[in-house]
């Protein structure tokens, strides 16, 4: 039986690779690649000629079984378009289903664009929750807003440039003028990295149209103020003025307000 090597590769700059990354690469007998085209550009750049094949989100469910059959009989590289396989690509099907059938899955270790935003962010690194892609509709990723809206931890999410500005006004409505940075394109060439706050966020990519792989970093919630009864009563409006159930809405302010639960919900009674 083979082992499932999972091999973090560069997020922009090929330099990024490691030494034992580039012996795994030769020395396997297959390389499963989310992105086949930049997997190749690798190999070619370090003249790899190990046969590579496609894994990627639309083919994950038919290619899962003939890689396992793969792994039966050598070595297999799991590489994903860019970073460390298995966070938020399709390499966490395979890993799962490896580990499911005894086969050893072993890490090498690489860059990552998470962590890579995270140190050079200026917030708080010793705590922090990973968001992965901000959802694509607004009320999924409103949704998904409220539900850490009162998280201390540095928040870490992905988005995509034409959601980016979408992104930043649900994040100034729902979080509200947090710290913030703006890491886009790391390690390659048009590399920056802002920071501000998230109004100020808005006012800059508003002028300076995004382009390229953006990853925001924003900080957490503060000690909360403690609220009033009137404010929890405006909260509850607004939630479900915005559609949110009751339920959720109790839920989420008693979360924000410090209240205890049965004391927002008799507010809400009241609503």
Do not use: C
Request: negative net charge.
């Amino acid at each position: 039986m083979g082992t499932l090597y999972v091999v973090g590769t560069p997020i922009g700059n090929l330099e990024d690779i490691t030494l034992r990354a580039l012996r795994v690469l030769r020395e396997v007998g297959l390389i499963a690649a989310e992105d086949t085209r930049r997997t190749r550009k690798l190999l070619s750049h370090y003249d790899i000629h190990t046969p590579l094949t496609s894994y990627f989100e639309h083919n994950k469910l038919a290619k899962l079984d003939a890689i396992l059959a793969a792994l039966g009989e050598h070595d297999v590289a799991l590489v994903s378009s860019a970073g460390m396989p298995g966070l938020s690509d399709p390499g966490y099907e395979l890993i799962q289903a490896a580990i499911a059938a005894g086969v050893p899955v072993v890490p090498v270790p690489g860059p990552s664009a998470l962590v890579s935003a995270l140190v050079v962010s200026g917030l708080p690194t010793d705590s922090f929750v990973y968001l992965g892609f901000l959802p694509r509709q607004a009320a999924a990723r409103r949704r998904l807003l409220r539900s850490v809206a009162s998280e201390r931890r540095t928040l870490v999410a992905f988005e995509a440039p034409h959601r980016l500005l979408k992104a930043l006004h649900d994040i100034a409505d729902i979080l509200g003028d947090r710290p913030l940075a703006v890491a886009r394109e790391l390690t390659k060439m048009h590399e920056e990295v802002w920071r501000g706050t998230v109004g100020e966020a808005i006012a800059w990519f508003t002028e300076h149209p995004p382009r390229g792989e953006f990853t925001l970093v924003i900080g957490g919630a503060v000690e909360p103020e403690q609220w009033d009864e009137a404010r929890v009563r405006a909260e509850i409006e607004r939630l479900l003025a915005e559609g949110v159930s009751r339920r959720e809405a109790i839920e989420l302010v008693a979360q924000a307000a410090g209240w205890p639960r049965r004391e927002v919900y008799r507010v809400a009674l009241e609503t």
